[in-house]
């Protein structure tokens, strides 16, 4: 392995010497620097390894400071890998300046948390419990997130979990990528398999903790020193070192009985690191843990912390604890069996010879790459070479479910009962059990009476809770003005217990320490984040309502106030307009609302301005927004007539519609306006027809433009143009006066126009046009008689070639 290590090293030109005395130094130290990949069987077996060799009286561990008090928690019975150590941090006094740059606005703290997984095989996890089974004292060392935060910056509204960056800096060294180029290693994964995992419980410790260290120094020697100090890691061993001097007065520990487990970058320079004593921000921070899952720790959920597969290196550790000598061996078989397995269980043709080939592919792979074990890696292209002949990502696809699915796993982590709940969490419990729901029930169904204000107050927490996403209830009937649905004072509820829960109220405590006092954060957050779609704020305003928030309805009206100003949108003004006088409706209904009236009243008119305003940027619309605009202008108008109790200058809106009729080339977007105007009585039957008559007396290129008028006019008035005898007649007359050029361009436009209609619509204007004709239904009669089948044959000719026809004219149907 050093020898491997070191004609890198000179091949791209650094001093294998100064690595040499580097390592020689790390390991001549009486303190153990015990270097770990994080997640990685391997090294949970060298540090369960070292911890049995050197019996250590003090353990020092990679994890945040502050974080002590979780250790008994972590090593409970009960709690059960994977889980996470969740350090939770919202910036109240805008310490970091990032309020408003991560958050959407400076009034809403910047609000930051990390997870530290921990699994089965974690190397800090197995550390603790055998510190715990022999009475070892345990801290952890590195600086909490309020101490990071500077440095995992990358880019707006994006952060970089510290063990992530560990990871990048190994793969982004200049050693790292020369090694995989000489070796042709595919991956990080598969560089530390080959050299560090595969024989990790066969090695004696003394050349594993070398290699290592090594390998740790060659890339901490290829990274400029400048990248270690702007993602952190030098302030982070500043202070790693800091605690390992201070708890080691502390307990009065010599040297040589002290273990410090690091990653590998830091392990290799914390010996020649000077301590620092850094301070940090505490007040706002904690810390707690949270069940996690197999997939979260995967590179699937983007983790990124190493793990390619949280279940198939289980097998690893497994064997590892185990003492089976060949471990990887071992679990490629385990591995190999499952998948085929699960695929036979879904009726795939696969044998038990196709196991015993896959198995020999594997370790034949294995050697021709130069290990003396199979990896994932080898495991997965030996799947592929023994089942699939042609093209693996398509003959191959149905594999490559069945194999993410036992290389990654679907354990889910629980956290022991003992652990102290925090205030948001002891919140929510409280106010289930103050209305005597019992949440550990599998699923209930609660009917609640609106017009009952114990039934009422039920509900708020329901919506409340519902809005905070936990995943536990939802609502199958119940009143929803927003969408039209009202005059019902009945709700229906489906709760459904989630183990997730405590794990997602963790993460909300961000947010506040009730469940009030969450939601209402989140609300004025999700507010300001889309200050610039005022019918997502509209919406959010209703909802405080639903909620049982109306203190907080002033709030967002400000935001709502706002919005108008930054939201030059007529889709999205319109309907936020349609919802506001939906909450006014609302409001008229609730008792002591004489404020909050007051305020949705003004706000409504300054919204129906900006919409009247923003109606003619409107006039030439992209094709895909054409009917959506269309049936937005149509909605609000008919909400405008319906109006009684708001007094509306509706000539406003009148006037937006001809403005934008005045400003459209669009001949669809014209007609469904002229609609608007005829359906609000500003305009008459005359005068769509002298706008009709008009299109046809013009030159051929306005002519062939009638139908995409008569579309968008038809599209918005339906049954009240088709049913009225004038503007059919005059349809009538336009098609049999027009040219045949002309009326084939036209034909388009009218087949869409009434395949839009109802099959009522439809036969209510058949109906009308025979009657134009003079027919009457009664002269139409069924036929009875037998048809001979010559003729109906050459019925079956004549339509086929009339398809024929239509589709060279128009194209496919």
């Given at each position: 392995?050093?020898?491997?290590?070191?004609?890198?090293?000179?091949?791209?030109?650094?001093?294998?010497?100064?690595?040499?005395?580097?390592?020689?130094?790390?390991?001549?130290?009486?303190?153990?620097?015990?270097?770990?990949?994080?997640?990685?069987?391997?090294?949970?077996?060298?540090?369960?390894?070292?911890?049995?060799?050197?019996?250590?009286?003090?353990?020092?561990?990679?994890?945040?400071?502050?974080?002590?008090?979780?250790?008994?928690?972590?090593?409970?019975?009960?709690?059960?890998?994977?889980?996470?150590?969740?350090?939770?941090?919202?910036?109240?006094?805008?310490?970091?300046?990032?309020?408003?740059?991560?958050?959407?606005?400076?009034?809403?703290?910047?609000?930051?948390?990390?997870?530290?997984?921990?699994?089965?095989?974690?190397?800090?996890?197995?550390?603790?419990?055998?510190?715990?089974?022999?009475?070892?004292?345990?801290?952890?060392?590195?600086?909490?997130?309020?101490?990071?935060?500077?440095?995992?910056?990358?880019?707006?509204?994006?952060?970089?979990?510290?063990?992530?960056?560990?990871?990048?800096?190994?793969?982004?060294?200049?050693?790292?990528?020369?090694?995989?180029?000489?070796?042709?290693?595919?991956?990080?994964?598969?560089?530390?398999?080959?050299?560090?995992?595969?024989?990790?419980?066969?090695?004696?410790?003394?050349?594993?903790?070398?290699?290592?260290?090594?390998?740790?120094?060659?890339?901490?020697?290829?990274?400029?020193?400048?990248?270690?100090?702007?993602?952190?890691?030098?302030?982070?061993?500043?202070?790693?070192?800091?605690?390992?001097?201070?708890?080691?007065?502390?307990?009065?520990?010599?040297?040589?009985?002290?273990?410090?487990?690091?990653?590998?970058?830091?392990?290799?320079?914390?010996?020649?690191?000077?301590?620092?004593?850094?301070?940090?921000?505490?007040?706002?921070?904690?810390?707690?843990?949270?069940?996690?899952?197999?997939?979260?720790?995967?590179?699937?959920?983007?983790?990124?912390?190493?793990?390619q597969g949280p279940q198939f290196y289980e097998y690893i550790w497994e064997n590892f604890v185990n003492?089976?000598?060949?471990?990887?061996?071992?679990?490629?078989?385990?591995?190999?069996?499952?998948?085929?397995?699960?695929?036979?269980?879904?009726?795939?043709?696969?044998?038990?010879?196709?196991?015993?080939?896959?198995?020999?592919?594997?370790?034949?792979?294995?050697?021709?790459?130069?290990?003396?074990?199979?990896?994932?890696?080898?495991?997965?292209?030996?799947?592929?070479?023994?089942?699939?002949?042609?093209?693996?990502?398509?003959?191959?696809?149905?594999?490559?479910?069945?194999?993410?699915?036992?290389?990654?796993?679907?354990?889910?982590?629980?956290?022991?009962?003992?652990?102290?709940?925090?205030?948001?969490?002891?919140?929510?419990?409280?106010?289930?059990?103050?209305?005597?729901?019992?949440?550990?029930?599998?699923?209930?169904?609660?009917?609640?009476?609106?017009?009952?204000?114990?039934?009422?107050?039920?509900?708020?927490?329901?919506?409340?809770?519902?809005?905070?996403?936990?995943?536990?209830?939802?609502?199958?009937?119940?009143?929803?003005?927003?969408?039209?649905?009202?005059?019902?004072?009945?709700?229906?509820?489906?709760?459904?217990?989630?183990?997730?829960?405590?794990?997602k109220l963790i993460e909300l405590s961000n947010y506040g320490s009730t469940i009030e006092e969450a939601?209402?954060?989140?609300?004025?957050?999700?507010?300001?984040?889309?200050?610039?779609?005022?019918?997502?704020?509209?919406?959010?305003?209703?909802?405080?309502?639903?909620?049982?928030?109306?203190?907080?309805?002033?709030?967002?009206?400000?935001?709502?106030?706002?919005?108008?100003?930054?939201?030059?949108?007529?889709?999205?003004?319109?309907?936020?307009?349609?919802?506001?006088?939906?909450?006014?409706?609302?409001?008229?209904?609730?008792?002591?609302?004489?404020?909050?009236?007051?305020?949705?009243?003004?706000?409504?008119?300054?919204?129906?301005?900006?919409?009247?305003?923003?109606?003619?940027?409107?006039?030439?619309?992209?094709?895909?927004?054409?009917?959506?605009?269309?049936?937005?202008?149509?909605?609000?108008?008919?909400?405008?007539?319906?109006?009684?109790?708001?007094?509306?200058?509706?000539?406003?809106?009148?006037?937006?519609?001809?403005?934008?009729?005045?400003?459209?080339?669009?001949?669809?977007?014209?007609?469904?306006?002229?609609?608007?105007?005829?359906?609000?009585?500003?305009?008459?039957?005359?005068?769509?027809?002298?706008?009709?008559?008009?299109?046809?007396?013009?030159?051929?290129?306005?002519?062939?433009?009638?139908?995409?008028?008569?579309?968008?006019?038809?599209?918005?008035?339906?049954?009240?143009?088709?049913?009225?005898?004038?503007?059919?007649?005059?349809?009538?007359?336009?098609?049999?006066?027009?040219?045949?050029?002309?009326?084939?361009?036209?034909?388009?436009?009218?087949?869409?126009?009434?395949?839009?209609?109802?099959?009522?619509?439809?036969?209510?204007?058949?109906?009308?046009?025979?009657?134009?004709?003079?027919?009457?239904?009664?002269?139409?009669?069924?036929?009875?008689?037998?048809?001979?089948?010559?003729?109906?044959?050459?019925?079956?000719?004549?339509?086929?070639?009339?398809?024929?026809?239509?589709?060279?004219?128009?194209?496919?149907?």
């Open positions: 392995m050093k020898k491997i290590l070191h004609v890198v090293l000179d091949k791209i030109g650094l001093d294998s010497q100064k690595v040499e005395n580097q390592v020689a130094k790390v390991m001549g130290e009486e303190i153990k620097y015990i270097p770990i990949r994080h997640n990685s069987p391997g090294s949970a077996i060298l540090v369960k390894r070292c911890l049995e060799e050197y019996k250590p009286k003090l353990v020092l561990i990679e994890g945040p400071y502050l974080a002590d008090d979780l250790i008994k928690y972590i090593i409970a019975h009960d709690t059960i890998p994977p889980f996470a150590l969740l350090s939770v941090f919202s910036d109240e006094q805008n310490h970091f300046k990032l309020n408003g740059i991560i958050s959407p606005d400076v009034s809403v703290p910047a609000k930051f948390q990390f997870y530290y997984p921990f699994i089965s095989y974690s190397p800090e996890l197995v550390a603790l419990k055998f510190c715990y089974s022999k009475n070892i004292i345990t801290h952890f060392i590195d600086l909490p997130i309020t101490g990071i935060i500077p440095f995992l910056i990358r880019e707006e509204d994006r952060f970089l979990h510290t063990l992530k960056q560990e990871e990048e800096q190994l793969k982004s060294s200049l050693f790292y990528k020369e090694l995989s180029q000489i070796f042709q290693f595919d991956s990080f994964n598969e560089t530390w398999d080959t050299l560090f995992e595969i024989g990790a419980n066969r090695v004696e410790i003394d050349e594993i903790l070398e290699s290592y260290l090594i390998f740790c120094a060659c890339v901490r020697q290829s990274i400029p020193n400048m990248a270690s100090e702007l993602n952190g890691s030098i302030e982070r061993e500043k202070f790693m070192k800091y605690n390992i001097e201070h708890y080691r007065k502390k307990h009065g520990v010599d040297k040589k009985d002290v273990m410090i487990i690091t990653g590998g970058i830091h392990s290799v320079v914390l010996a020649d690191t000077v301590p620092q004593k850094i301070s940090f921000l505490e007040k706002g921070l904690f810390n707690s843990l949270v069940p996690y899952s197999y997939y979260r720790m995967s590179e699937a959920y983007g983790y990124g912390s190493g793990n003492d089976i000598k060949y471990s990887f061996e071992a679990a490629a078989l385990e591995l190999i069996t499952d998948i085929y397995s699960d695929a036979r269980g879904k009726k795939y043709d696969i044998s038990v010879v196709d196991s015993i080939n896959t198995f020999q592919s594997a370790k034949m792979l294995a050697m021709i790459r130069r290990r003396s074990e199979p990896c994932l890696n080898d495991i997965v292209d030996a799947i592929f070479m023994s089942l699939v002949k042609g093209n693996p990502e398509i003959e191959g696809a149905y594999l490559k479910e069945f194999i993410r699915k036992r290389v990654v796993g679907f354990k889910l982590g629980k956290i022991t009962k003992s652990i102290k709940q925090l205030p948001l969490q002891a919140d929510f419990y409280l106010r289930f059990e103050s209305f005597s729901i019992n949440l550990k029930e599998k699923s209930k169904r609660h009917e609640l009476n609106l017009r009952d204000e114990f039934d009422k107050q039920k509900s708020h927490l329901f919506w409340r809770v519902k809005y905070l996403d936990l995943g536990i209830l939802e609502r199958s009937e119940g009143p929803d003005l927003l969408k039209g649905v009202s005059g019902v004072f009945k709700e229906v509820w489906f709760l459904s217990w989630n183990p997730n829960v405590d794990g939601t209402k954060n989140m609300l004025i957050e999700e507010s300001k984040k889309n200050i610039k779609d005022f019918q997502k704020i509209s919406f959010l305003l209703y909802q405080t309502l639903v909620m049982g928030l109306p203190t907080l309805f002033p709030h967002i009206v400000i935001v709502c106030i706002d919005s108008l100003d930054k939201d030059d949108k007529f889709l999205t003004l319109s309907r936020g307009f349609n919802n506001l006088i939906m909450i006014s409706r609302f409001l008229h209904m609730m008792k002591n609302q004489g404020y909050n009236l007051n305020l949705i009243t003004k706000l409504i008119s300054r919204c129906y301005f900006a919409s009247c305003f923003s109606l003619p940027i409107m006039a030439n619309p992209p094709k895909n927004l054409e009917d959506a605009f269309i049936i937005a202008a149509k909605d609000m108008a008919t909400t405008l007539i319906g109006l009684s109790t708001l007094k509306l200058n509706i000539n406003v809106y009148e006037e937006g519609l001809k403005t934008c009729i005045d400003n459209s080339d669009n001949d669809f977007i014209r007609g469904g306006c002229i609609g608007i105007l005829y359906l609000m009585n500003s305009i008459q039957i005359k005068d769509i027809k002298y706008l009709i008559r008009e299109y046809v007396k013009s030159e051929d290129l306005i002519k062939v433009r009638v139908g995409e008028f008569v579309r968008g006019l038809i599209f918005i008035c339906q049954t009240k143009l088709l049913y009225n005898s004038d503007i059919i007649k005059l349809l009538s007359e336009i098609i049999e006066d027009i040219e045949t050029k002309v009326f084939l361009s036209i034909v388009p436009s009218l087949r869409k126009t009434f395949s839009e209609l109802s099959l009522r619509e439809y036969e209510v204007f058949v109906e009308k046009i025979a009657e134009l004709y003079g027919l009457k239904t009664s002269k139409f009669k069924e036929i009875t008689e037998k048809i001979e089948n010559k003729y109906l044959i050459f019925f079956f000719q004549i339509n086929e070639k009339v398809y024929e026809i239509f589709k060279k004219w128009f194209g496919e149907v």
